[in-house]
């Protein structure tokens, strides 16, 4: 049994919690102090690192995890960054890591201290002494106050038949009844009770409810298959489902496979509405120089997405600052200045979805987060085009002073059709 290393200078010999690895190979961790720093493997390797922290709560029943490495871990599926801190409780699951497969997990267990339990506390008061204690007759007509009269049917936590899908509503993570089998038209997910798919959801087991559907799935640590969304962090059922072989359920709301899948196993017909910051005069600009090339916008989507996976887009704006303006004057000087200036910073970091150095062609996105994924691609292939592939009311536009993060192209037709908004802002806080 380790034991993890306090941050105080006098620990308790009392162990209120430990964290139970997933693997019974490895040892459980003893949590002895209130403010403690946890140091253990994180993968099969033998190798320890410090990794969070954990404070417990004034509840005495609950505690608060501090991300201290400098990669995310998992909080109940829930990405945590470096510094970050969030609430756990019994049956938490953590993962010192940003994916499972390959890592350690870990439980977290609260240790039952009944001594400090406020009703056996306030029990031993009325027993020493009596005087406190109700009379028969008042506890007589406690009770029948008590009594419900009414219609109303309180129901026992079962989940109750839906004939239509909720609407998106946050992730709840909350751990859900345990159901004996028989009870298959009343349970939380369709692995509850009756084994499904080669899994059965234990008492343990935590759900998470999809953004899309309102339905639930299990946590699983012990599949690859993605359960959240890497541009936004919500959760999705339709890839686990589908990979369960889950296609449509009577009773429980099931997305489809299209709502959440790798982004080379999706297909665009239409520049989506999010694009060039919702200017529809560009979005029309960008649709004419794609036909113009003789291509559809799968056929550019498809190319730049192989650039973005490659990370030829940085290269691209490398090309252009080591060869000069002269070499590029087609394109125009305000894109030369543009290179220059975003040489750094280029490629991944403006893209508006989260973990976005961590995205790869084969990462599993909804649909909201890859029209995002491919206003960003389209944005880059405007700036890759030459001046004189634009059409000819578009090519000797001046530039907007604040670019792509203008406001004013979003109330004034005019303006955004007069300036060029495919550019960097020049002027303005987003330079």
Known sequence: ?????SSGSNPSDEVWAKLVPSNSSYESIEISSSDIMITSQVT???HKLEWCQIVRNSDRCSATITNKSSHVILVDGAVLQSEEAVGIKCGSEIVPASVRQGNISYKFEVMPVQEECPGKKLKDILQA????????????ALDSYASIKSNLVITNGKRSRRKRARSPIPITRSPIPFYEEGDDNELPCRQCGTPFGGFRCSENTVHLQ???????M??????????????????????????QGVLVADHYPVCSIDT?????????????????GRNQFEQDITDRCIRKLGKTLQDVVSEWVAKFNNREIVNIVRTMYFLGPDMFTDLGAHLFAFCIQCLACVDRTTMPLSHAVMITAGTHLCNDCYDKLVSFLLYWFRISLPNHMLPPEASNREDCWYGYACRTQHHSVEHARKRNHVCRPTRGSQM
């Not at 049994?1 to 290393?5: H, I, K, L, R, S």
């Not at 919500?234 to 589908?242: M, S």
């Not at 959440?260 to 060039?276: C, D, G, L, M, T």
């Open 1 to 5: 049994m380790e034991v993890g290393q």
């Open 44 to 46: 099969s390797t033998l």
């Open 129 to 140: 002494d009596p005087a406190l204690q109700r009379s028969e007759d008042e506890l007589a």
């Open 210 to 216: 999809c953004y899309a559907c309102g339905g639930m």
């Open 218 to 243: 299990p946590i699983r640590s012990d599949t690859s298959i993605p359960q959240h969304c890497l541009g936004c962090n919500q959760a999705f059922c339709g890839a686990y489902w589908h990979a």
């Open 260 to 276: 959440f899948k790798p982004i080379s196993e999706r297909q665009v017909s239409a520049i989506p509405s999010v694009a060039h």
